[in-house]
């Protein structure tokens, strides 16, 4: 069954190595009619290739980050401490994060509204006893 799996992981990642290298060049085809530059198969094969090595390393510390933590889920301050090197890339994340968190309060505050029910008024009658 390991080698099983092992040609499977292969499989996916071969897919996965696909994806990443047709975008590059999907990308690179749009930077270079913007630009009015060309870029050879050779050199959108080394990026995706660099590109696709660096999304493991960063998939690595995303996952140590969150181990670090006592976490079995990646969240988005793993990811601000990613970005730390990349000081417009980070502020761009945080201002993502912060984006969010405004979204999934907004969302906590609508679902908190919906549920609770308006309390109907007590009205007290007045007995026979209670009016003597």
Do not use: W
């Not at 992981?9 to 060049?25: I, N, S």
């Not at 999907?26 to 930077?31: S, Y």
């Not at 995303?62 to 006592?70: G, I, V």
């Amino acid at each position: 069954m390991g080698e099983e799996e092992n040609v499977e992981d292969l499989a996916y990642t071969q897919r996965l190595k696909a994806a990443v290298h047709f975008t590059t060049g999907q990308i690179c085809e749009e930077l270079g009619v913007e630009l009015d530059v060309t870029f050879s198969r050779q050199f959108i094969s080394a990026l995706a290739e660099t590109t696709f090595k660096q999304m493991e390393n960063f998939a690595g510390d995303l996952e140590a980050f969150s181990q670090h933590a006592k976490r079995s889920t990646i969240n988005p301050e793993d990811v601000k401490l990613l970005t730390r090197r990349s000081r417009d890339l980070n502020a761009h994340i945080g201002t993502l994060c912060a984006r969010q968190i405004a979204e999934n309060d907004a969302v906590k505050e609508k679902k908190k509204g919906k549920s609770k029910r308006k309390a109907k008024p007590v009205v007290e009658l007045e007995t026979s006893e209670d009016a003597e």
